[in-house]
């Protein structure tokens, strides 16, 4: 990954840069689970920084192509959401990139773990929190529609 031509930018959830990453996610997640996912879960300002979180994107040449945020689970933990690359930009590495650089921020807030869960049919997701360093806290052995939500965690 060439990072001389990224920009990382924090953004506010409704800023029309993050756009085409909720898109493609509500795309993802209702292709996978079905109607009715989780996006719309937490208020969107759950992501500010004064609420103890944020959002980011990866933007190259002018076109968002990656991005995550993080919100408070716990004053100790922040929770990792909304991790996304852009399909055309795949197996380049973005997606490690934006949790280092989410982590980088979650440090930075105070924070001294990270929390989060991804759903059994995102194989590629587990295998993105397994190389970045974080714990399963499931039996990765198990078949994965059994195990249901997949949660992780790292200790910074």
């Known amino acids: 990954m060439s990072i001389d031509s990224i920009e990382v930018r924090h953004v506010a959830v409704r800023d029309p840069e993050v ?3 909720l898109d493609d996610l509500h795309f ?3 292709s996978r689970y079905g109607p009715n996912q989780e996006l ?3 208020p969107d300002d759950e992501f500010a920084p004064e609420r103890g979180g944020a959002f980011l994107i990866l933007v190259e040449h002018g076109q968002t ?3 995550g945020a993080f919100r408070r689970y716990d004053p100790e933990t ?3 959401k909304r991790i996304w ?3 055309d930009h795949r197996r380049r590495g973005l997606g490690l990139a934006v949790v ?3 982590e980088r921020e979650v440090l930075r807030q105070g924070y001294r773990r990270i929390y989060l869960t991804t759903g059994p049919r995102q194989p590629e997701a587990a295998g993105l ?3 970045g360093g974080y714990t399963p806290l499931y039996d990765v052995e198990a078949d994965p529609e059994t195990v249901g939500v997949h949660p992780f965690e790292k200790l910074l």
């Open 65 to 67: 192509i990656a991005g």
């Open 28 to 30: 993802e997640y209702t």
């Open 129 to 131: 929190y397994l190389t």
């Open 85 to 87: 690359t852009h399909p």
């Open 19 to 21: 756009r085409p990453l």
């Open 78 to 80: 922040a929770e990792l």
């Open 100 to 102: 280092r650089e989410l």
């Open 40 to 42: 719309s879960r937490y």
